[in-house]
């Protein structure tokens, strides 16, 4: 009986922990890394976008996010975008509202202190 419990205990843990969000992602122009402050859900999460290696950036730096899922048969394509706010040390925060399980597409687009502009990109499953 003990180690049936155990067994359970261990796939509760192992379930709970496999949504959250890790994402390295890696350009010509630097890296981001894009994690989530907890399990990913239907509705709204919060995402920390930390940049590296990148020139040009400060914490006045704009950046957009965009999650989205292309159309498929039976369903139209749904999309939702926002801002990151800066937390400091380069590190930004937005709430991302996903409306359904499924494979999501994310670009990020940083718009840099001289005007350039880049875009990293990356994908999810919940």
Known sequence: ?????ILLSFLIVV???ANILNINSNSKFGKINIVSEKTLSVGNNYL????KQIKNIDNNTKIKVKIFM????GMPAMKYETIAKPIGDLKFRSNINIPM???WQIYIFITLNNGKKIRFKSSFNL
């Open 1 to 5: 009986m003990k180690i049936k419990l």
């Open 15 to 17: 379930s709970l922990s």
């Open 48 to 51: 920390i976008f930390n940049l």
């Open 70 to 73: 292309p159309a498929m048969p």
């Open 101 to 103: 399980g499924g494979t």
